[in-house]
């Protein structure tokens, strides 16, 4: 079965930088969407990025600049390299996958990892 394992997630003061890594398995990775998430006490979960299997990217307007999403097809891999780092950047980063369609819709993806808490302290 798909299984998506998150790490990377931490605390850091704002301006610094975090890399957030996504594990998976279970599945041809490289035909797959791939797309981080978040989540905020009390807010909805949101995209933050997304990349097809021909590693076409799209961002998120508040991700736009700072982060960036990318990954190792060789590796069953996906990363985010989340630099400037802001207070409002703390939340629970979820990885996820789905065949189709790509894009930053949380209700298009089926598969989800368990999340990486990433906190910004001001």
């Known amino acids: 079965q798909v299984q998506l394992v998150e790490s990377g997630g931490g605390s850091v003061q704002a301006g610094g930088s975090l890399r957030l890594s996504c594990a998976a398995s279970?599945?041809?990775?490289?035909?797959?969407?791939m797309g981080w998430f978040r989540q905020a006490p009390g807010k909805e979960r949101e995209g933050v990025a997304g990349i097809d299997s021909d590693g076409r990217t799209s961002y998120a307007d508040s991700a736009k600049g700072r982060f960036t999403i990318s990954q190792d097809n060789a590796k069953n891999t996906l990363y985010l390299q989340m630099n400037s780092l802001k207070p409002e950047d703390t939340a629970m980063y979820y990885c996820?996958?789905?065949?189709?369609?790509?894009?930053?819709?949380?209700?298009?993806?089926?598969?989800w990892g368990q999340g990486t808490q990433v906190t910004v302290s001001s």
């Open positions: 279970g599945y041809t990775y490289s035909s797959y969407c």
């Open positions: 996820a996958a789905d065949p189709y369609p790509c894009g930053l819709n949380v209700y298009d993806y089926s598969y």
